[in-house]
Structures are given as structure tokens and as C-alpha cells.
């Protein structure tokens, strides 16, 4: 070494020491914008999983009301059938009353125009006793006619009124 050496030696070690104490620092710096960044590039992979994420749920719950609306249609369209084939029945049945109608009001009738002769009448226009005891027969089929008649227009109706009822629940 050298007398003067030293001072110098000095210095360098100083301004070797100061540019190591900067570079550290810079060194710290960078390494914390470093860790800053890793951070956001976690934070920014996470959303991004999270977006994904969510997409998928989107996704599936446009599956899921998709497949309500089509669950819902066929639900409409069966209720149209059952609609359509209780209106059938309905038609069906008032078919059925008119025609029940129609066989009462001729069996309403005929007792009526039988009750107008007597028995004693009935009797007399018979030659043979038998031919009486036909017609008394004959009378009370026609009236037991009457009564199954209207039996089954009550039916009718009543069939009817619940084939409605039916049709307004539906």
C-alpha cells in the first residue's frame, strides 16, 4: 500500500458501499413492484376464474329457464288437449240431453193420452181380457220408460255441470 492510498481507498469503499446501499434499494424497489405485480396477476387469474365461474352459472341457468319454458309449453299444450276433449265431451253430453229430452217428452205424452181413457174405457175397447191386461202392461212400461228417461237426464246434466266445472279448474 501506499501512504496516500489509504484516503482514497477509503473513498472507494464508501462510494462502493453507497452505490450497494442504492442498488439494494433499487433491488428492494423492483422486488416490491415485483410482488406487486405477482399480486395482480393472482388478483387478475382469480376474476378471471371468477368470470369464468360465473359464466358457467349463467350458462346454466339460461339451460334451466330454457328448459322451463319448454316444460311450461308442453304443460299448455296438454291442457289444450284435455281442453279440446272435454269440450267433445261436453257436446257430446248436451247431444245426449237433447236426445234423452226428446225420448221423455214422447214418453210424457203417451201417458198422458193413455191417463186421458180410464181403465174403464180401456177395458170396454178390449174385446178379449187379455188385450186389456196388454194395455195396462203397455201403460206401465211407458211410465217406467218415463221415469228411466228422466233418471238419465238427471244423470246427464249432472255429468255435464261436473264436465264444466272441469274445464273452468283447468
Not at 1 to 20: K, M
Not at 44 to 58: F, M, S
Not at 84 to 101: H, M, P, V, Y
Request: charged share 30%; glycine share 4%.
Amino acid at each position: 500500500w501506499a501512504p496516500g492510498s489509504g484516503s482514497i481507498g477509503a473513498e472507494a469503499v464508501a462510494s462502493t458501499d453507497l452505490e450497494r446501499r442504492e442498488l439494494e434499494e433499487k433491488l428492494k424497489e423492483i422486488e416490491g413492484q415485483i410482488a406487486t405485480y405477482e399480486t395482480g396477476v393472482r388478483e387478475t387469474q382469480a376474476q378471471g376464474k371468477t368470470l369464468k365461474d360465473q359464466v358457467v352459472i349463467l350458462d346454466k341457468r339460461i339451460n334451466k329457464i330454457s328448459l322451463q319454458i319448454k316444460a311450461t309449453d308442453l304443460q299448455i299444450k296438454r291442457l289444450n288437449v284435455q281442453i279440446t276433449d272435454t269440450n267433445e265431451s261436453i257436446r257430446e253430453s248436451q247431444l245426449k240431453i237433447s236426445q234423452a229430452k226428446n225420448l221423455l217428452e214422447r214418453s210424457v205424452r203417451a201417458v198422458y193420452e193413455k191417463d186421458q181413457t180410464s181403465l174403464l174405457e180401456v177395458l170396454l175397447a178390449n174385446q178379449v181380457l187379455s188385450d186389456f191386461f196388454a194395455e195396462v202392461n203397455a201403460q206401465t212400461a211407458i211410465q217406467v220408460e218415463t221415469q228411466r228417461n228422466l233418471d238419465e237426464v238427471k244423470r246427464l246434466r249432472q255429468a255435464l255441470e261436473g264436465q264444466r266445472g272441469e274445464l273452468i279448474d283447468e
